[in-house]
């Protein structure tokens, strides 16, 4: 089977995303336990070396894309069905630019702030789309969530790199965003025809909202109690999830697996901000099964990812995919 560039789907950037987010992830869980200040460098840094080798490989790729092949990316750009994942390149850049922070704070600070202004240009993008209509219920996904809410992601690493002000000023951006998004994607997802099962991965991306809502909101209003509830109603979500994607293994293999991982991040490094701040045994628990869990589906969708590239699939033409109606017919 052919590879070519031309094939490289943007939502492959999902792939930085999961593995930056799970190398951040395990940092941050390190004072869970006794007598630890920092995670052990061989459980965080290697999620954060390939996540860098990853952004640094798929970003001069898909510049050749567009440069080869621009029609394909401008199909990626304005499809609705598409859009939304375009938004996995900008958070993934600042996602690898807080791994990259201890290491050499000015190129990360410098990638923090491109990724920063390419999301928000994506989003004015993005509402224009909206705006000018024509887009069917079948048509949004998950995706729009990475693209519409993605300012929740930033503070991950803009408060390390000490941008506070606009690390918030994001963060509402996609604060706001999230119950109107959220409510769309169940509206669709309730009374819209199913998705095709290559794309059932992005259900998961509702996590991300009240996991990073409850754990960067807590961090920016301090008094704000009540936005705990979020990480209880977060929990309840991730095991929905987890059920709803019993039959995964049977679901073919592809860039929106991605989807599964960065999600499964965002929780497990909720879980440990609530964890830390409810330090009894139960939601330590929870953080910890939640960190392997999240650790479990990174590595299960890298493996498939280099077998794919290694068997010429990765960036073949992607098969049509068959709908649940059209299966049923």
Known sequence: MTQSVRHLPIGLYG????????GLAVRAAAPLFPGMVRAPAYLSEPWVLVAALALAALLPAYLWKLARYPEAVRSEFSAPSQMGFCAALPLGMTLVAGGLAPYAPGFADGLWWSGVV?????????????????????????????????GIVVPSSGITLGHHEVSRFMFGIGAVATPLVMGLLLYRAAIGPALPERLRPSWFILLVAPALVYAHGSAFYENFAFIENLFFFGTLLAVALLVYARGMLRWPFGAPWWAFTF??????????????????????????????VATLFVAVALVKTLAALARGELLAPAATPRSAASRAA
């Open 15 to 22: 792939a930085v995303m999961g593995l930056a987010g799970l």
């Open 263 to 292: 999600p499964l991040d965002a929780f497990s490094y909720a879980a440990t901000r609530y964890a830390q701040n409810h330090p009894e045994p139960l939601w330590k628990g929870v953080a910890a099964a939640a960190l392997v």
């Open 118 to 150: 390419l999301l928000m240009t994506f989003q004015v993008w993005g509402l224009v789309r909206i705006l000018e209509g024509g887009i069917e219920l079948a048509e949004i996904n998950g995706g729009w969530m990475i693209l519409f809410v993605g």
